[in-house]
């Protein structure tokens, strides 16, 4: 008796609003090439290549020893919202309560929570750009509408009040701002952060997403300040993330956290319980020592990424067809490769686009990095230097060698 091999169930509508992230599908070729023998330099992942805080991992350690491994409660263990709570104090003046805190399975989550949260079919999301692209992809699948603010390289990658005004509708339901920026790493000041928050005084409206994961690492002695800080009066509007990913080394452990209106942060909290419920115990006691205990290896690292970023800056500047500007935070450079398109590889290809440009270099020279279409803005690569000096210095030598043979 024969059978028919019946079709495979379909998947939903909302399967279709999201893709893999830009950075992770260069990842993923960058590691085939090196499986297959190639020698590849990987600049694409926003990974330190530090270790975590030994006194970090001695409080998991400990945690484990002592039992601590059974379900967390669904907004963060007490021990670690009262950490966040100093940490919030410390660094920015700004107090929440505990139930005004939220402890999330990395600061991704944080931001998913509330978008889910409140995002209805057809409100809107104002993104200045260059962005994570995870912000216009979490919009799309709430069946919400990412409404793209372009900050050009001729303001330093920063937003400006006057287009961030113009964006705003009755249906925007918020405004993202990342600072320090990823993919730039441009970092807005005080100054600049209070002309922003002269527009959102004229439109009660709408909440404001202030995301600091790399809130820590700036340079040049660049002060960091965040929305509520600035603007107290709109905190209660105000949902400020952060974590300890970029900060302390710690992006296996996945804590994000955020702080927030008791009333937002309860929503987040719900839809977090739908989705992953509590944070790894262990984890929470990592991030809650890291958060409180010697912050010395963060005064390294930054000084690192500076070294890192002076670096790259200059011999990106010294290569034929780039331009790169100077960030002041973060661990990336953006450099423009206009100068690029139009022209032959010595493999032969044809570069029209950023992108590519990022699959010659990847797949001729062994450089990964990622094209700045994946930010909403093109021509540009993004290129992480939270690598080690000499892999950063010998990627850059690639891509002068590929920008000096092209024709």
């Not at 008796?1 to 830009?22: E, I, Y």
């Not at 006194?55 to 409660?73: C, F, N, S, V, W």
């Not at 009040?161 to 990823?182: H, M, S």
């Not at 030598?397 to 000096?404: S, V, Y």
Request: hydrophobic content about 40%; proline content about 6%; charged content about 20%.
């Amino acid at each position: 008796m024969s059978q028919q091999t019946a079709a495979a169930p379909g998947f939903s509508q909302r399967f279709g609003r999201v893709q893999l992230a830009a950075s992770v599908q260069m990842s993923i070729k960058a590691r085939e090439l090196k499986a297959a023998g190639k020698p590849v330099v990987t600049l694409t992942t926003g990974e330190p290549n530090f270790d975590s805080p030994p006194h970090a991992i001695e409080a998991a350690h400990q945690a484990t020893l002592r039992g601590d491994t059974k379900y967390p409660p669904q907004d963060g263990t007490r021990a670690l919202k009262e950490a966040i709570q100093r940490k919030f104090k410390r660094d920015s003046g700004l107090h929440y309560a505990l139930d005004e805190i939220a402890v999330s399975n990395g600061g991704k989550q944080c931001i998913f929570n509330a978008i889910m949260a409140t995002v209805n079919a057809g409100d809107e999301v104002v993104i200045p750009v260059p962005s994570w692209i995870a912000y216009a992809q979490m919009t799309q699948l709430c069946e919400g509408v990412p409404v793209l603010v372009s900050c050009p390289q001729n303001n330093g990658f920063k937003p400006r009040a006057e287009d961030i005004d113009a964006a705003i509708t009755p249906r925007t339901k918020w405004l993202i701002l990342n600072n320090p920026n990823n993919p730039t790493g441009a970092c807005c000041s005080a100054e600049e952060i209070q002309a922003i928050a002269a527009v959102m005084r004229r439109h009660p409206h709408v909440w404001v997403m202030s995301d600091d994961m790399y809130e820590h690492l700036v340079f040049d002695g660049f002060h960091h300040a965040t929305f509520a800080e600035v603007a107290p009066d709109l905190k209660a509007r105000t949902l400020t993330l952060s974590g300890v990913s970029k900060t302390y080394a710690m992006t296996g452990w996945r804590i994000g956290f955020a702080g927030g209106p008791k009333p937002l942060i309860k929503a987040m909290t719900v839809m977090q319980g739908q989705a992953t419920a509590g944070t790894s115990t262990v984890g929470q006691a990592a991030a809650a020592a890291a958060l409180d205990g010697p912050q010395d290896g963060v005064d390294v690292q930054i000084k690192a990424y500076q070294r890192r970023r002076d670096l790259a800056v200059a011999m990106l500047n010294d290569t034929k067809g780039i331009t790169c500007h100077k960030p002041e935070g973060a661990f990336y450079v953006f450099p423009n490769v206009a100068g690029c398109l139009g022209k032959t590889t010595t493999g032969g290809r044809m570069l029209n686009s950023d992108e590519d440009v990022c699959l010659a270099l990847l797949e001729e020279h062994y450089v990964a990095t990622v094209h700045g279409a994946a930010y909403h803005m093109s021509p540009y690569l993004r290129i992480s230097t939270a690598t080690a000096d000499d892999d950063l210095r010998e990627g850059l030598q690639r891509i002068q060698t590929f920008c000096a043979g092209l024709r």
